[in-house]
Protein backbone atom coordinates (compact mmCIF):
# COMPACT_ATOMS: atom_id res chain seq x y z
CA UNK A 1 0.00 0.00 0.00
CA UNK A 2 1.19 3.52 -0.56
CA UNK A 3 2.24 6.13 2.18
CA UNK A 4 -0.75 8.30 3.32
CA UNK A 5 -0.08 12.52 3.53
CA UNK A 6 -1.61 15.20 5.68
CA UNK A 7 -4.20 16.80 3.57
CA UNK A 8 -2.39 20.39 4.91
CA UNK A 9 0.86 19.23 4.09
CA UNK A 10 1.97 22.33 1.25
CA UNK A 11 5.38 20.37 0.70
CA UNK A 12 3.36 17.50 -1.84
CA UNK A 13 3.11 17.43 -5.12
CA UNK A 14 -0.09 16.44 -6.89
CA UNK A 15 -0.02 14.72 -10.07
CA UNK A 16 -3.75 14.50 -11.06
CA UNK A 17 -3.83 11.13 -13.20
CA UNK A 18 -1.94 7.96 -13.11
CA UNK A 19 -1.34 7.35 -17.10
CA UNK A 20 2.27 7.28 -18.30
CA UNK A 21 2.83 10.88 -17.99
CA UNK A 22 1.41 10.98 -14.70
CA UNK A 23 2.98 7.95 -13.41
CA UNK A 24 5.93 7.92 -14.96
CA UNK A 25 6.44 12.15 -13.50
CA UNK A 26 5.86 10.70 -10.08
CA UNK A 27 7.77 7.57 -10.17
CA UNK A 28 11.29 9.72 -11.14
CA UNK A 29 10.15 12.79 -8.73
CA UNK A 30 9.43 10.22 -5.54
CA UNK A 31 13.03 7.92 -6.12
CA UNK A 32 14.38 11.75 -5.76
CA UNK A 33 13.07 11.83 -2.72
CA UNK A 34 9.99 14.36 -3.44
CA UNK A 35 6.47 13.62 -2.01
CA UNK A 36 3.92 13.28 -4.09
CA UNK A 37 0.21 12.61 -3.94
CA UNK A 38 -1.54 11.05 -7.28
CA UNK A 39 -5.42 11.69 -7.64
CA UNK A 40 -6.86 9.02 -9.71
CA UNK A 41 -10.59 9.39 -10.71
CA UNK A 42 -10.99 5.36 -10.80
CA UNK A 43 -10.68 2.44 -9.04
CA UNK A 44 -6.94 0.61 -8.04
CA UNK A 45 -7.40 -2.74 -9.86
CA UNK A 46 -5.11 -5.70 -9.72
CA UNK A 47 -4.00 -7.44 -13.13
CA UNK A 48 -5.69 -10.54 -11.58
CA UNK A 49 -9.52 -8.16 -11.66
CA UNK A 50 -9.05 -8.16 -15.90
CA UNK A 51 -11.03 -10.29 -17.84
CA UNK A 52 -11.08 -12.11 -21.25
CA UNK A 53 -14.66 -10.51 -22.12
CA UNK A 54 -15.09 -7.43 -24.45
CA UNK A 55 -18.39 -6.31 -22.68
CA UNK A 56 -17.38 -6.76 -18.83
CA UNK A 57 -13.68 -4.95 -19.35
CA UNK A 58 -15.37 -2.02 -20.91
CA UNK A 59 -17.62 -1.88 -17.67
CA UNK A 60 -14.84 -2.65 -15.54
CA UNK A 61 -11.83 -0.01 -17.30
CA UNK A 62 -13.78 2.34 -19.44
CA UNK A 63 -14.06 5.76 -18.87
CA UNK A 64 -18.07 5.67 -19.28
CA UNK A 65 -18.89 9.12 -17.58
CA UNK A 66 -21.18 11.25 -19.82
CA UNK A 67 -19.53 13.15 -23.15
CA UNK A 68 -21.45 14.71 -25.60
CA UNK A 69 -19.97 15.52 -29.42
CA UNK A 70 -20.40 18.39 -31.68
CA UNK A 71 -18.91 18.63 -35.44
CA UNK A 72 -19.42 16.90 -38.54
CA UNK A 73 -16.89 14.03 -38.08
CA UNK A 74 -18.63 10.82 -38.63
CA UNK A 75 -17.57 9.24 -35.40
CA UNK A 76 -20.05 11.80 -33.21
CA UNK A 77 -22.57 9.79 -34.95
CA UNK A 78 -21.55 6.93 -34.68
CA UNK A 79 -20.74 6.89 -30.98
CA UNK A 80 -22.02 10.41 -30.08
CA UNK A 81 -21.82 9.38 -26.26
CA UNK A 82 -17.90 7.74 -26.43
CA UNK A 83 -15.60 9.81 -28.77
CA UNK A 84 -12.61 8.47 -26.92
CA UNK A 85 -11.12 4.92 -25.79
CA UNK A 86 -9.79 5.95 -22.03
CA UNK A 87 -9.79 3.99 -18.95
CA UNK A 88 -10.73 5.09 -15.75
CA UNK A 89 -8.50 3.49 -13.58
CA UNK A 90 -5.25 3.36 -12.36
CA UNK A 91 -2.30 3.04 -14.66
CA UNK A 92 -4.96 5.21 -17.02
CA UNK A 93 -5.22 4.18 -20.77
CA UNK A 94 -2.21 2.45 -20.74
CA UNK A 95 -4.06 -0.65 -19.06
CA UNK A 96 -5.85 -1.15 -22.86
CA UNK A 97 -3.03 0.33 -25.36
CA UNK A 98 -1.70 -2.30 -27.75
CA UNK A 99 2.12 -0.76 -27.29
CA UNK A 100 3.38 0.32 -30.80
CA UNK A 101 6.15 3.03 -29.37
CA UNK A 102 7.54 4.40 -32.98
CA UNK A 103 9.63 7.61 -32.23
CA UNK A 104 8.29 11.34 -33.60
CA UNK A 105 10.61 12.60 -36.90
CA UNK A 106 12.47 15.50 -36.76
CA UNK A 107 9.99 17.37 -38.95
CA UNK A 108 7.49 16.65 -36.83
CA UNK A 109 8.18 19.24 -34.32
CA UNK A 110 8.67 21.66 -36.83
CA UNK A 111 5.28 21.59 -39.14
CA UNK A 112 4.98 24.90 -39.32
CA UNK A 113 8.02 24.86 -40.70
CA UNK A 114 8.02 22.00 -43.24
CA UNK A 115 4.77 22.46 -44.03
CA UNK A 116 4.26 26.16 -44.94
CA UNK A 117 0.62 27.60 -44.28
CA UNK A 118 -2.14 25.22 -44.91
CA UNK A 119 -5.45 27.10 -44.61
CA UNK A 120 -7.67 26.11 -42.39
CA UNK A 121 -5.01 25.03 -39.43
CA UNK A 122 -3.50 26.02 -37.10
CA UNK A 123 -0.36 23.79 -37.35
CA UNK A 124 2.71 25.27 -35.24
CA UNK A 125 6.13 24.64 -34.92
CA UNK A 126 6.84 22.81 -31.33
CA UNK A 127 9.34 25.10 -29.03
CA UNK A 128 11.27 21.74 -28.67
CA UNK A 129 13.13 19.62 -31.67
CA UNK A 130 14.42 15.99 -31.84
CA UNK A 131 17.13 16.71 -30.14
CA UNK A 132 15.45 17.75 -26.59
CA UNK A 133 14.21 14.39 -26.21
CA UNK A 134 16.78 11.97 -28.15
CA UNK A 135 18.20 10.83 -24.76
CA UNK A 136 14.70 10.93 -23.08
CA UNK A 137 13.22 8.76 -26.14
CA UNK A 138 16.02 6.39 -24.82
CA UNK A 139 15.66 6.08 -21.49
CA UNK A 140 11.53 6.00 -22.18
CA UNK A 141 12.69 2.91 -24.72
CA UNK A 142 14.62 1.21 -21.69
CA UNK A 143 11.69 1.86 -19.03
CA UNK A 144 8.70 0.16 -21.31
CA UNK A 145 11.31 -2.72 -22.52
CA UNK A 146 10.61 -1.56 -26.06
CA UNK A 147 11.62 -4.60 -28.54
CA UNK A 148 13.88 -4.04 -31.46
CA UNK A 149 15.69 -1.51 -29.47
CA UNK A 150 18.68 -1.60 -27.06
CA UNK A 151 19.35 -5.57 -27.98
CA UNK A 152 16.05 -6.53 -27.26
CA UNK A 153 14.40 -9.09 -29.35
CA UNK A 154 11.70 -8.66 -31.74
CA UNK A 155 8.08 -10.00 -31.17
CA UNK A 156 7.76 -12.66 -33.09
CA UNK A 157 5.07 -12.76 -35.79
CA UNK A 158 1.50 -14.00 -35.55
CA UNK A 159 -0.59 -14.91 -39.06
CA UNK A 160 -2.11 -11.71 -38.92
CA UNK A 161 1.46 -10.23 -39.36
CA UNK A 162 2.73 -12.56 -41.95
CA UNK A 163 -0.37 -11.93 -43.82
CA UNK A 164 0.53 -8.16 -43.78
CA UNK A 165 4.58 -8.97 -44.33
CA UNK A 166 3.85 -10.04 -47.33
CA UNK A 167 1.48 -7.85 -48.39
CA UNK A 168 4.06 -5.05 -47.62
CA UNK A 169 6.82 -6.90 -49.30
CA UNK A 170 4.82 -7.64 -52.83
CA UNK A 171 3.59 -3.82 -53.15
CA UNK A 172 7.36 -2.55 -52.41
CA UNK A 173 7.41 -1.87 -48.66
CA UNK A 174 10.64 -1.28 -47.08
CA UNK A 175 10.30 -0.70 -43.54
CA UNK A 176 8.30 -2.93 -41.84
CA UNK A 177 8.29 -4.81 -38.60
CA UNK A 178 6.83 -6.57 -35.88
CA UNK A 179 7.69 -3.33 -33.46
CA UNK A 180 8.87 -1.61 -31.95
CA UNK A 181 6.26 -2.62 -29.21
CA UNK A 182 6.56 -2.59 -25.24
CA UNK A 183 5.29 -6.25 -24.62
CA UNK A 184 8.36 -8.30 -22.85
CA UNK A 185 9.50 -10.86 -25.50
CA UNK A 186 11.23 -12.40 -22.58
CA UNK A 187 11.24 -11.53 -18.65
CA UNK A 188 12.67 -8.04 -18.46
CA UNK A 189 12.10 -5.61 -15.42
CA UNK A 190 10.09 -7.95 -13.15
CA UNK A 191 7.49 -8.70 -15.89
CA UNK A 192 7.36 -12.18 -17.80
CA UNK A 193 7.38 -12.74 -21.42
CA UNK A 194 4.45 -12.45 -23.13
CA UNK A 195 1.85 -15.31 -23.54
CA UNK A 196 0.72 -13.88 -27.07
CA UNK A 197 -2.77 -14.79 -25.64
CA UNK A 198 -4.10 -11.84 -28.00
CA UNK A 199 -6.22 -9.68 -24.99
CA UNK A 200 -4.40 -6.12 -24.92
CA UNK A 201 -7.62 -4.19 -25.12
CA UNK A 202 -9.06 -6.06 -21.97
CA UNK A 203 -6.46 -5.40 -19.87
CA UNK A 204 -3.21 -7.56 -19.17
CA UNK A 205 -3.63 -10.64 -17.17
CA UNK A 206 -0.12 -11.68 -17.58
CA UNK A 207 1.73 -8.36 -16.85
CA UNK A 208 4.24 -8.50 -20.01
CA UNK A 209 3.09 -5.53 -21.21
CA UNK A 210 4.19 -2.56 -19.81
CA UNK A 211 1.93 0.01 -18.04
CA UNK A 212 2.51 1.96 -14.99
CA UNK A 213 -0.11 -0.50 -13.19
CA UNK A 214 2.77 -2.68 -13.40
CA UNK A 215 6.03 -0.62 -13.65
CA UNK A 216 5.48 3.09 -12.72
CA UNK A 217 3.47 2.91 -10.13
CA UNK A 218 5.01 -0.18 -7.63
CA UNK A 219 8.41 1.48 -8.13
CA UNK A 220 7.44 4.65 -6.70
CA UNK A 221 5.45 2.87 -4.25
CA UNK A 222 8.71 1.06 -2.93
CA UNK A 223 10.20 4.62 -2.28
CA UNK A 224 7.93 5.33 0.08
CA UNK A 225 7.08 8.74 -1.09
CA UNK A 226 3.75 7.86 -3.13
CA UNK A 227 0.16 8.36 -1.89
CA UNK A 228 -2.23 6.81 -4.52
CA UNK A 229 -5.24 7.89 -3.51
CA UNK A 230 -8.14 5.97 -5.59
CA UNK A 231 -11.78 6.78 -6.83
CA UNK A 232 -10.81 10.43 -6.15
CA UNK A 233 -11.94 12.94 -8.79
CA UNK A 234 -10.42 16.02 -9.25
CA UNK A 235 -12.63 18.94 -10.32
CA UNK A 236 -10.73 22.32 -9.10
CA UNK A 237 -7.25 23.58 -8.97
CA UNK A 238 -7.72 26.50 -6.67
CA UNK A 239 -5.16 29.88 -7.37
CA UNK A 240 -3.78 32.07 -4.53
CA UNK A 241 -3.71 35.71 -5.43
CA UNK A 242 0.08 35.96 -6.01
CA UNK A 243 -0.83 33.60 -8.97
CA UNK A 244 0.23 29.93 -7.67
CA UNK A 245 -1.62 27.53 -7.48
CA UNK A 246 -2.27 26.14 -4.06
CA UNK A 247 -4.05 22.77 -4.11
CA UNK A 248 -6.54 20.59 -5.30
CA UNK A 249 -10.48 20.07 -4.42
CA UNK A 250 -11.23 16.41 -5.56
CA UNK A 251 -14.59 14.29 -4.62
CA UNK A 252 -12.71 11.31 -2.49
CA UNK A 253 -14.95 7.66 -3.06
CA UNK A 254 -17.74 8.18 -0.73
CA UNK A 255 -18.21 11.56 -2.51
CA UNK A 256 -17.31 14.21 0.24
CA UNK A 257 -15.01 16.84 -1.13
CA UNK A 258 -11.34 17.30 -0.46
CA UNK A 259 -8.94 19.70 -0.35
CA UNK A 260 -5.24 18.72 -0.58
CA UNK A 261 -2.67 21.58 -0.46
CA UNK A 262 0.63 21.61 -2.62
CA UNK A 263 3.72 22.53 -3.81
CA UNK A 264 3.20 22.35 -7.04
CA UNK A 265 0.32 20.61 -9.48
CA UNK A 266 0.77 17.83 -12.73
CA UNK A 267 -2.38 17.66 -14.39
CA UNK A 268 -2.02 14.44 -16.49
CA UNK A 269 -5.84 13.23 -17.09
CA UNK A 270 -5.30 12.96 -21.12
CA UNK A 271 -6.53 15.33 -23.43
CA UNK A 272 -10.25 15.21 -23.17
CA UNK A 273 -10.01 15.51 -19.16
CA UNK A 274 -7.48 17.96 -18.65
CA UNK A 275 -8.64 20.71 -20.14
CA UNK A 276 -12.09 20.44 -18.47
CA UNK A 277 -10.20 20.78 -15.42
CA UNK A 278 -8.50 23.67 -16.66
CA UNK A 279 -11.37 25.26 -17.36
CA UNK A 280 -13.70 24.66 -14.38
CA UNK A 281 -10.78 25.86 -12.11
CA UNK A 282 -11.94 29.38 -12.33
CA UNK A 283 -10.48 32.20 -9.63
CA UNK A 284 -10.68 36.18 -9.95
CA UNK A 285 -6.52 36.06 -11.93
CA UNK A 286 -8.54 33.05 -14.06
CA UNK A 287 -11.81 33.71 -14.79
CA UNK A 288 -11.71 31.42 -18.03
CA UNK A 289 -10.26 28.61 -16.21
CA UNK A 290 -6.17 28.20 -15.95
CA UNK A 291 -3.88 28.80 -18.22
CA UNK A 292 -6.77 30.24 -20.57
CA UNK A 293 -5.99 33.58 -20.71
CA UNK A 294 -5.64 33.67 -24.79
CA UNK A 295 -8.80 31.30 -24.75
CA UNK A 296 -6.60 28.27 -25.56
CA UNK A 297 -7.50 25.69 -23.17
CA UNK A 298 -9.22 23.09 -25.17
CA UNK A 299 -8.57 24.45 -28.62
CA UNK A 300 -6.47 22.54 -31.35
CA UNK A 301 -7.95 19.00 -30.73
CA UNK A 302 -6.39 16.09 -32.47
CA UNK A 303 -6.68 12.43 -32.68
CA UNK A 304 -5.19 11.03 -35.26
CA UNK A 305 -6.15 10.30 -39.16
CA UNK A 306 -7.61 6.96 -38.60
CA UNK A 307 -9.88 4.43 -40.03
CA UNK A 308 -9.64 0.18 -40.44
CA UNK A 309 -9.38 -1.90 -43.39
CA UNK A 310 -10.44 -5.42 -42.96
CA UNK A 311 -9.24 -8.36 -45.59
CA UNK A 312 -11.37 -11.61 -45.65
CA UNK A 313 -9.30 -14.72 -46.81
CA UNK A 314 -10.05 -18.41 -48.25
CA UNK A 315 -7.84 -19.96 -45.73
CA UNK A 316 -8.16 -18.99 -41.65
CA UNK A 317 -6.21 -16.12 -40.94
CA UNK A 318 -7.13 -16.17 -36.94
CA UNK A 319 -6.03 -12.35 -36.51
CA UNK A 320 -7.36 -12.23 -32.39
CA UNK A 321 -4.52 -14.85 -31.89
CA UNK A 322 -1.07 -13.49 -30.74
CA UNK A 323 -0.41 -9.44 -29.50
CA UNK A 324 -2.95 -7.37 -31.28
CA UNK A 325 -0.99 -4.79 -32.83
CA UNK A 326 2.59 -6.15 -33.24
CA UNK A 327 2.57 -5.26 -37.08
CA UNK A 328 4.22 -1.48 -38.19
CA UNK A 329 4.97 -0.31 -41.67
CA UNK A 330 6.83 3.10 -41.65
CA UNK A 331 7.50 3.94 -45.60
CA UNK A 332 3.95 6.41 -45.71
CA UNK A 333 4.94 7.88 -42.50
CA UNK A 334 7.22 10.35 -44.37
CA UNK A 335 6.66 14.06 -45.25
CA UNK A 336 6.20 14.12 -49.48
CA UNK A 337 4.93 17.51 -50.81
CA UNK A 338 3.96 15.96 -53.86
CA UNK A 339 0.90 14.25 -52.31
CA UNK A 340 -2.02 15.64 -51.48
CA UNK A 341 -1.86 15.71 -47.81
CA UNK A 342 0.97 17.28 -45.72
CA UNK A 343 2.65 15.22 -43.01
CA UNK A 344 2.55 11.03 -42.93
CA UNK A 345 1.12 7.92 -41.59
CA UNK A 346 1.55 4.06 -40.24
CA UNK A 347 -0.05 1.37 -41.47
CA UNK A 348 -0.45 -0.72 -38.26
CA UNK A 349 -2.02 -4.44 -37.30
CA UNK A 350 -4.71 -4.22 -35.92
CA UNK A 351 -7.01 -7.46 -34.53
CA UNK A 352 -10.44 -7.28 -32.60
CA UNK A 353 -12.66 -8.95 -31.24
CA UNK A 354 -16.03 -10.39 -32.23
CA UNK A 355 -18.13 -8.02 -30.34
CA UNK A 356 -15.46 -4.95 -31.46
CA UNK A 357 -15.39 -5.94 -34.63
CA UNK A 358 -19.53 -6.16 -35.21
CA UNK A 359 -19.50 -2.86 -33.50
CA UNK A 360 -16.21 -0.90 -35.33
CA UNK A 361 -16.07 -2.90 -38.68
CA UNK A 362 -19.69 -1.75 -39.56
CA UNK A 363 -21.42 0.69 -37.52
CA UNK A 364 -24.78 0.12 -37.01
CA UNK A 365 -24.67 -2.61 -39.36
CA UNK A 366 -26.92 -5.16 -40.40
CA UNK A 367 -28.23 -7.72 -42.89
CA UNK A 368 -26.71 -10.45 -45.00
CA UNK A 369 -23.45 -8.42 -45.84
CA UNK A 370 -22.88 -7.58 -41.81
CA UNK A 371 -23.63 -11.43 -41.05
CA UNK A 372 -21.39 -12.76 -43.83
CA UNK A 373 -18.51 -10.82 -42.33
CA UNK A 374 -19.51 -11.97 -38.75
CA UNK A 375 -18.92 -15.69 -40.38
CA UNK A 376 -16.01 -15.40 -41.65
CA UNK A 377 -14.35 -13.24 -38.22
CA UNK A 378 -11.58 -16.06 -38.20
CA UNK A 379 -10.84 -15.91 -42.38
CA UNK A 380 -10.09 -12.09 -41.48
CA UNK A 381 -6.98 -9.56 -41.57
CA UNK A 382 -6.84 -6.45 -40.29
CA UNK A 383 -4.93 -2.66 -40.89
CA UNK A 384 -5.25 0.06 -38.35
CA UNK A 385 -4.46 3.85 -40.37
CA UNK A 386 -2.12 6.22 -37.46
CA UNK A 387 -1.25 9.47 -39.42
CA UNK A 388 -0.88 13.25 -38.68
CA UNK A 389 -3.72 15.12 -38.12
CA UNK A 390 -4.07 18.74 -39.30
CA UNK A 391 -4.49 20.97 -36.04
CA UNK A 392 -7.25 22.77 -36.57
CA UNK A 393 -8.24 25.73 -33.57
CA UNK A 394 -11.85 25.02 -33.68
CA UNK A 395 -11.52 21.09 -33.19
CA UNK A 396 -11.86 21.91 -29.21
CA UNK A 397 -13.09 20.33 -25.98
CA UNK A 398 -15.61 22.36 -24.37
CA UNK A 399 -17.62 22.44 -21.02
CA UNK A 400 -21.19 20.94 -22.19
CA UNK A 401 -24.74 22.28 -20.57
CA UNK A 402 -25.53 18.85 -19.72
CA UNK A 403 -24.04 17.63 -16.12
CA UNK A 404 -22.32 14.45 -15.05
CA UNK A 405 -23.27 11.84 -11.77
CA UNK A 406 -21.13 14.80 -9.84
CA UNK A 407 -23.23 17.55 -11.09
CA UNK A 408 -19.84 19.00 -13.09
CA UNK A 409 -20.45 20.14 -16.72
CA UNK A 410 -19.35 17.22 -18.52
CA UNK A 411 -16.63 17.74 -21.49
CA UNK A 412 -18.01 18.43 -25.05
CA UNK A 413 -15.88 17.18 -28.19
CA UNK A 414 -16.10 19.33 -31.12
CA UNK A 415 -14.12 17.87 -34.35
CA UNK A 416 -14.37 18.58 -37.90
CA UNK A 417 -12.24 16.48 -40.39
CA UNK A 418 -9.55 18.89 -42.48
CA UNK A 419 -9.60 18.18 -46.26
CA UNK A 420 -5.92 17.00 -45.68
CA UNK A 421 -7.60 14.64 -43.01
CA UNK A 422 -9.61 13.02 -45.88
CA UNK A 423 -7.17 12.79 -48.42
CA UNK A 424 -4.42 11.26 -46.02
CA UNK A 425 -7.25 8.50 -45.16
CA UNK A 426 -8.56 7.79 -48.89
CA UNK A 427 -4.60 7.23 -49.67
CA UNK A 428 -3.78 5.22 -46.46
CA UNK A 429 -7.26 3.01 -47.52
CA UNK A 430 -6.08 2.80 -51.14
CA UNK A 431 -2.44 1.56 -50.29
CA UNK A 432 -4.14 -0.77 -47.97
CA UNK A 433 -6.98 -2.16 -50.41
CA UNK A 434 -3.49 -3.01 -52.86
CA UNK A 435 -1.65 -5.00 -49.83
CA UNK A 436 -4.15 -6.73 -49.33
CA UNK A 437 -4.53 -7.48 -53.37
CA UNK A 438 -1.02 -8.40 -53.90
CA UNK A 439 -1.62 -11.23 -51.63
CA UNK A 440 -5.01 -12.46 -52.87
CA UNK A 441 -7.49 -11.36 -50.62
CA UNK A 442 -11.31 -12.66 -51.52
CA UNK A 443 -12.78 -9.43 -50.36
CA UNK A 444 -11.47 -5.46 -48.63
CA UNK A 445 -13.07 -3.64 -46.90
CA UNK A 446 -13.14 -0.41 -45.12
CA UNK A 447 -14.32 0.54 -42.14
CA UNK A 448 -13.94 4.64 -40.59
CA UNK A 449 -12.36 5.53 -37.29
CA UNK A 450 -13.39 4.27 -34.16
CA UNK A 451 -13.04 6.13 -30.72
CA UNK A 452 -9.37 7.00 -30.17
CA UNK A 453 -7.26 6.53 -27.39
CA UNK A 454 -4.87 9.05 -29.20
CA UNK A 455 -6.33 12.33 -27.85
CA UNK A 456 -4.22 15.10 -28.07
CA UNK A 457 -3.03 18.88 -27.99
CA UNK A 458 -5.95 21.00 -26.46
CA UNK A 459 -3.36 22.01 -24.01
CA UNK A 460 -0.26 22.84 -26.25
CA UNK A 461 2.93 23.80 -26.51
CA UNK A 462 4.32 26.66 -27.47
CA UNK A 463 6.68 29.28 -27.36
CA UNK A 464 4.27 32.39 -26.70
CA UNK A 465 1.43 32.47 -24.33
CA UNK A 466 -0.80 33.88 -26.73
CA UNK A 467 -0.43 30.64 -28.94
CA UNK A 468 -0.85 27.75 -26.19
CA UNK A 469 -1.18 26.92 -22.76
CA UNK A 470 2.37 25.44 -21.76
CA UNK A 471 5.94 26.06 -22.27
CA UNK A 472 8.49 24.12 -23.38
CA UNK A 473 8.77 22.08 -19.67
CA UNK A 474 4.89 21.37 -19.49
CA UNK A 475 4.72 24.46 -17.35
CA UNK A 476 0.93 26.50 -17.69
CA UNK A 477 1.93 30.01 -18.89
CA UNK A 478 1.82 32.20 -16.24
CA UNK A 479 1.51 30.10 -13.58
CA UNK A 480 4.77 29.25 -12.48
CA UNK A 481 3.87 25.83 -10.37
CA UNK A 482 1.02 23.99 -12.23
CA UNK A 483 2.33 21.68 -15.23
CA UNK A 484 0.86 19.57 -17.65
CA UNK A 485 1.95 16.38 -18.17
CA UNK A 486 0.33 14.27 -20.66
CA UNK A 487 -0.68 13.94 -24.57
CA UNK A 488 -2.52 17.17 -24.12
CA UNK A 489 0.46 19.23 -24.27
CA UNK A 490 1.50 17.89 -28.43
CA UNK A 491 1.73 21.09 -30.68
CA UNK A 492 1.16 18.95 -33.36
CA UNK A 493 -0.22 15.11 -33.30
CA UNK A 494 2.94 13.78 -35.55
CA UNK A 495 2.10 10.43 -37.11
CA UNK A 496 3.36 7.80 -33.99
CA UNK A 497 1.55 6.25 -31.63
CA UNK A 498 1.91 9.26 -28.94
CA UNK A 499 3.05 6.71 -25.72
CA UNK A 500 6.50 6.68 -25.71
CA UNK A 501 6.50 10.28 -26.71
CA UNK A 502 4.29 11.17 -23.47
CA UNK A 503 6.99 9.65 -21.15
CA UNK A 504 9.67 10.70 -22.94
CA UNK A 505 7.87 14.43 -22.33
CA UNK A 506 7.89 13.05 -18.59
CA UNK A 507 11.22 12.45 -18.45
CA UNK A 508 12.26 15.35 -19.36
CA UNK A 509 9.87 17.69 -17.40
CA UNK A 510 10.45 15.29 -13.83
CA UNK A 511 14.76 16.31 -14.87
CA UNK A 512 13.89 19.85 -15.02
CA UNK A 513 11.68 20.16 -11.85
CA UNK A 514 14.62 18.50 -9.81
CA UNK A 515 16.33 21.50 -10.91
CA UNK A 516 14.24 23.98 -9.77
CA UNK A 517 14.87 25.00 -6.08
CA UNK A 518 11.72 26.82 -5.86
CA UNK A 519 9.67 23.71 -6.36
Sequence with gaps: MSRRFDLADEDVLVVIGSGPGGATLASVLTQAGKKVVMLEAGPWLAKEDFVNDEREAQRLLGWNDLRTTSGTWQLGNDFPGSPANMVKAVGGTTLIWTGLTPRFKAHEFAARTTYGEISGTSIADWPIGLPDLIAHYAEAERRLGVSHRH???????????????????????????????????????????????????????????????????????????????????????????????????????????????????????????????LLLST??????????????????????????????????????????????????????????FAGGYYLELIALGPIAFARFAQPHGWGREFAEMMEHYSHTAGIWISGE??????????????????????????????????????????????????????????????????????????????????????????????????GSVFTTSAAANPTLTIVALALRQAAWLLQQSTL
Excluded: C
Excluded at 209 to 234: C, F, M
Excluded at 305 to 313: E, M, P, T
Excluded at 429 to 438: E, I, P, Q, V
Design 283 to 340: SRRSPAGLGNHSDQVGRHYTRHVSGNVFARFERPVNFHRGESMAGIIADESRHDPHRA
Design 389 to 486: DMSQATNRITLGDRVDQHGLPVPNVHYDDHPADVAMREDAYTKSRALYGAVDAASVSTAPPTPSGHNLGTARMSAHPDDGVVDRWGRVHGVPNLFVSD
Design 151 to 277: GRRPLPANNNYKVFAAGAERVGYRHFATGPYATNVDPYDGRPGTVQDGFNFQGDRQGSKWSPLVSEIPRAIATGNLDLRANSHAFSIEQGENGRVTGVAYLDGSGAVQFQRARAVAVAGNAIETPRL
